[in-house]
Every structure is written in structure tokens, then in C-alpha cells.
């Protein structure tokens, strides 16, 4: 979709239109500002898919009105904006539109001119929401995770001014949106799984509360983005599972008495939101990149907007010739809607077609709607991979452990869910490959891998995982060690004269072992002394056995460091990969393609 903006000769339009620019090219939409220069060759290119964005006052010049005419005529959709009160109806041809009105806006924020940017911001992403459908969704749910105890009247709050600031996005909270005498899991767990972002307001009680760590294991498996609100210093070592090392936003109970404090609030965590939806669905166009290597020339893409692609693929496993498989497939940087079903109703039509597929980098189960199929896209890789390359032979179990290794960067808390995320995305394949997925004790980790086992391997997820942890933890924690051998192989190791020998005794036992096939490294703490850095001691010990290590570099922290001095002396002593696929792992995002590729480098060692 083209973008074209008229601005007019208002200093206020012009610092509006400032923001919005500025927003745009940050996640790379394309746009023209319209001016006398070139309005002839920006006619050329209006045509029905066109999105114009007029700014209303000051009377158009007679070529910019020929412009806004040839957009009428060519049908483009056009936006007028009313930055100012008085300019709330636009002129001819466009009179009879609906101005953005930048005035209400403010007032309903209850804030004067000087903060335009605000609703600047909030206008660019209506375009962008336009312009990139499949990955922000601006009517989507905003999931609001509480504990009713001690953060009932915080979330309250927070859902009334979100109600009345988020325009069209709609905030989700228990007790205002289920019905009397409604069973309430149910459309909490639906809510959930549809939420484009997950808002967790840590309170001082929160973290006691098994709902609440089910709930953030729920977004956090299925790759959902999690906005950390911590208030009142609520302490974050209780919590057993964190979705970044840090919160994203903190308050006190006090910021939530004054009305202009709440709107204030509101607004910030709309903007975080946004940055969180962003990342995660930016990652998409990773995943599509792996899929069009997998299928080659057998793929086309119909529609490059709308991310809509056609598969035709041969059978296999038949005697007798048949007609190829054809299917249509939609990917999304979110979840999909009902309303994103309906448009692939025509598609469906289609008689010569084997399915219509909408695909979500959220993990989700396979489910069908009216005879559209929803996926995830990482299991659509793994079955079409498992039908192109194996021939539906079954995965071989018990072909070895690989070794995870990491801890939270020290960098922005919006970019920390990468390493979640890519724990996730590496845990869950090498457990479905048939691996052991073998790591040290690490609090903020465990319970992640403890879910993601039962979650990709539901008939032992026990026996998926080994995890080793040193007898300087253990001693007196009989409850811990039951806990942790009800859900892996618990593999202690002795106690040392002090915490680090302890580390070090654990690490070799964990690392030095012939069933070891891998170490992956990712993020880790950056340290003054390079000797304390667990990662670079975990690589040379896996180093002298001959195990091929693989670091992720993306996640930033101590890997990238690590990383990028292997690159600097060509990659020598690492693994037995090429240049160019180490490259891969220290600059790629696309965790689902880098974990593939280094199954494969294993099986074929």
C-alpha cells in the first residue's frame, strides 16, 4: 500500500506530521509527502489501494486540490485530519469524510497542544495497522493479568482509562468482562490466547499466586508479547518465572489516585505495547524466509501485502499418479481474527484447493473455523518438513543431549523477550527432534522448560529434560528436590569450598560427556572480569571434549561478545559449520531457521 500526505501551512501540522513521519520510517513504511514538485508523478502512482492522509485548513492550492481530486476519482482511501478545532470539516472533494480529530483526542487525555505527540503517535499506528494488517492488529485485546487481592483497584483503573484511550483496542479483565453465572476459566483462557499483548501487573502479592504464574507461562509459551508493570517495588525474586530480567514500567499505588497520572500511565503503556507487538511480529518475516527455502520453486506469493502464498507440492507415497497438493496459506505477525478468516472466504472457493491455512507466529494449536485451518508457523515448517524431507518416517528418540546455556542481557527490557522467545523456539525442537534437553539449574529458566517439556512431549516430558544443579543449592531443600525430579532428571553435583569451584564442578560434569551433542549459548552477563563469564568457561570446556558449540548472538549479553570475537579469528575451534552459518547465529533473528539448522549439522555429524 502507497502512503501519501498533504500537509498544509500550520506549524501545528507540521509538528504533528513530524511525529508521524518519524514513526513511520522507524518501522519502515513507505510514504510521500505531497508537494507542488511532485504531485504529477505521485498522480501517476494513486490508484485504489492508496492510503492519503489530508491535514484539513488554510484552503488547498490549486494543484494539491487536483491531487486530492485524482485520489477521490481513482477511489484511494483518504484520512482527513483536524489538528485544530476549527478545522474539523474538510474542504471539497472530501467535505463529507470523518476527520481524525486531534482535538478531542487531547481532551479526552486531558492534555493541551504542547503534547501532540501523543496523538501523533497514536495516528502513525493507525497507518501502520493499515499498511501491515498481518502484523498489528489496532482493534486487538489487551490482556490484563492481576491479582484481585491486593491489585483489583489498580487494573481497574487502568482498564477504564485504556478504554477510553485505546480507541478501537479492547482491554480484557475478569470481573468486567465475564457474565453472571458464567464459568469464568474458560473465556479468561480465550481471552488469553487471543490477546495480542499480555499487560502482568505485578503487585506485592501477585507472585503467590499460581494463576498468575499459569497465566504468564501461557503467554510466554505460545511467544505472546508480555508487558512487565511492577508496583510498589513488589520484590521480583518471588516470582518464579519472569518474562525479562526487568520490569517495563513501575509505579506506586499513589500514581493511580490522579486522574491526569492515569492518563499519563495509560499512554505509556499503550506506547510500550506497541513496541512489544512490533518486535515480536517483526520476526515473521524470518519465519517466511525459512519457508520459502523449504518449498523453493514450488512456492509463489499472491499477494504481497497481505502475506497470502500458494503451495504446489507432489505427492509422495502412492503408486499411481495424483494431482498435486495445492494450498493457499496466510501469515501473521499476531493472532488471526474472525474478521481475517472471512476475507480468506473466497480463497477457500477454490474447488482445486486442499486447504486455506492462517498462520500465526504465536504458537497455537491446530484448530478449524467455517474450513479455514489455524496454525502455528513453526509447526507448519515441521510437518511440511517432515513430509518433504522424511517421508513421514518417525523421529528417532534418544539421540543425545544438547546443552542450553544462558541468562538475561544486560539491554533494553522490550528486546529481553527475545531470549525467552528463543528459548522457547529452541527447547521445544530439540525436545521434538528427539534430544535431551540438558541445562543447569537457573531459576528464571526452568519452570519455561519444565512447560514447554509437557507441552511438546505430552506422553514423557520428564525424561526430555536433564537439569543439573550443584549441592550448594541443595542442602536442606528436600521439597525443591522433589519438586524439580517430578518434573526432569535431576542430576546433582557435588559441593565445592565455594560457589564458583561449585559452578565450575557442575559445569564440566554437565558439559564433558560423550551423550552431549551440542552447546547452545545465548545472551549471559557481561562481566569486568572475562574469567567470571559462566558462557565462555561452558564453551572451552565443551571445546575440549570436541563438543561443536553454536551462539546465538541476536539475544545480545555475553554470546554477542563471544560471538563476534570468533568472527574476528574466522570462527576457528567452534564448530564444524561454515562461516557463513555462524554468521547466521551471531546476526540472524529467525531462532525457528538458526535451531534447524543446527539439528541438521548434529544428525549429520
Not at 511440511?384 to 541468562?407: D, M, P
Request: charged share 30%; net charge negative.
Amino acid at each position: 500500500m502507497q502512503v501519501f500526505i498533504v500537509k498544509n501551512d500550520k506549524k501545528d501540522a507540521d509538528n504533528f506530521i513530524k511525529i508521524v513521519e518519524e514513526q513511520l520510517n522507524e518501522y519502515g513504511i513507505e510514504f510521500q509527502i505531497i508537494r507542488s514538485s511532485n504531485i504529477s508523478i505521485n498522480k501517476r502512482r494513486l490508484n485504489s489501494s492508496s492510503l492519503v492522509v489530508v491535514c484539513n485548513g488554510s484552503g488547498y492550492k490549486e494543484d494539491i486540490a487536483s491531487f486530492v481530486e485524482e485520489a477521490v476519482q481513482k477511489e484511494a482511501e483518504i484520512w482527513p485530519i483536524a489538528i485544530n478545532r476549527e478545522d474539523r470539516l474538510p474542504e471539497e472533494p472530501i467535505s463529507r469524510k470523518q476527520s481524525y480529530d486531534v482535538w478531542e483526542q487531547l481532551r479526552r487525555r486531558n492534555l493541551d497542544k504542547s503534547q501532540i505527540s501523543t496523538i501523533a503517535l497514536s495516528f502513525a499506528r493507525k497507518i501502520i495497522a493499515r499498511v501491515l494488517p498481518t502484523l498489528y492488529n489496532e482493534n486487538g485485546e489487551i490482556f490484563i493479568s492481576h491479582r484481585r487481592l491486593d491489585g483489583e483497584d489498580i487494573a481497574a483503573k487502568i482498564y477504564d482509562r485504556l478504554r477510553m484511550q485505546a480507541e478501537s483496542m479492547t482491554p480484557f479483565r475478569d470481573v468486567a468482562r465475564i457474565n453472571v453465572g458464567e464459568e469464568a476459566q474458560p473465556v479468561i483462557d480465550e481471552a488469553m490466547k487471543d490477546c495480542e499483548i499480555f499487560v502482568f501487573i505485578h503487585t506485592p502479592k501477585a507472585a503467590e499466586s499460581e494463576w498468575i504464574l499459569k497465566e504468564l507461562l501461557f503467554a510466554m509459551l505460545r511467544c505472546i508479547p508480555v508487558l512487565w508493570i511492577q508496583i510498589d517495588d513488589a520484590d521480583e525474586k518471588k516470582l518464579k518465572i519472569k518474562p525479562s530480567e526487568k520490569p517495563h514500567l513501575q509505579y506506586k499505588s499513589e500514581n493511580f489516585i490522579e486522574e491526569k497520572d492515569l492518563i499519563e500511565i495509560a499512554d505509556e503503556i499503550l506506547d510500550r505495547s506497541f513496541k512489544l507487538i512490533m518486535e515480536n511480529s517483526n520476526r515473521v518475516f524470518d519465519y517466511i524466509k525459512s519457508i520459502e527455502n523449504l518449498f523453493g520453486s514450488r512456492i509463489i506469493c499472491e499477494n504481497q501485502d497481505k502475506m497470502i502464498y500458494r503451495i504446489s507440492m507432489e505427492r509422495k507415497g502412492y503408486h499411481y499418479p495424483q494431482r498435486t497438493i495445492e494450498q493457499y496459506f496466510q501469515v501473521f505477525g499476531r493472532m488471526p481474527t474472525d474478521t481475517d478468516l472471512l476475507d480468506l472466504d473466497p480463497i477457500k472457493e477454490n474447488e482445486k484447493l486442499d486447504s486455506v491455512v492462517a498462520l500465526s507466529n504465536q504458537i497455537l494449536n491446530f484448530t478449524e473455523k467455517n474450513g479455514i485451518i489455524m496454525d502455528s508457523i513453526e509447526d507448519f515448517y515441521y510437518y511440511w518438513n517432515e513430509y518433504i524431507e522424511r517421508k513421514g518416517e518417525k523421529t528417532k528418540l534418544n539421540k543425545g543431549e544438547i546443552v542450553i546455556s544462558g541468562a538475561f542481557p544486560d539491554c533494553d527490557e522490550i528486546y529481553k523477550q527475545c531470549l525467552t522467545d528463543a528459548l522457547v523456539v529452541f527447547s521445544k525442537a530439540i525436545i521434538r527432534e528427539g534430544y535431551i534437553l540438558t541445562f543447569g539449574a537457573h531459576p528464571t529458566f526452568q519452570e519455561l522448560f519444565f512447560e514447554t517439556a509437557r507441552k511438546t512431549n505430552t506422553h514423557d516430558s520428564k525424561n526430555s529434560l536433564k537439569m543439573f544443579i550443584s549441592n550448594w543449592f541443595m542442602e536442606g531443600q528436600m521439597d525443591k528436590e522433589e519438586y524439580y525430579e517430578m518434573n526432569c532428571r535431576l542430576i546433582k553435583t557435588g559441593k565445592k569450598e565455594d560457589l564458583n569451584k561449585s559452578l565450575q564442578t557442575m559445569r564440566g560434569e554437565m558439559i564433558q560427556r560423550r551423550e552431549v551433542k551440542a552447546l547452545v549459548c545465548l545472551g549471559g552477563k557481561i562481566k569486568k572480569n572475562k574469567q567470571e563469564e559462566g558462557i565462555r568457561e561452558e564453551i572451552e570446556l565443551a571445546r575440549a571434549y570436541n563438543i561443536p558449540v553454536f551462539i546465538v548472538g541476536t539475544v545480545g549479553g555475553c554470546s554477542a561478545e563471544v560471538a563476534i570475537e570468533y568472527q574476528n579469528n574466522g570462527w576457528k575451534n567452534l564448530n564444524d559449520a561454515s562461516d557463513e552459518i555462524n554468521e547466521e547465529f551471531l546476526n540472524s533473528i529467525d531462532y525457528f531457521g538458526l535451531v534447524r539448522t543446527m539439528l541438521k549439522i548434529v544428525e549429520d555429524k
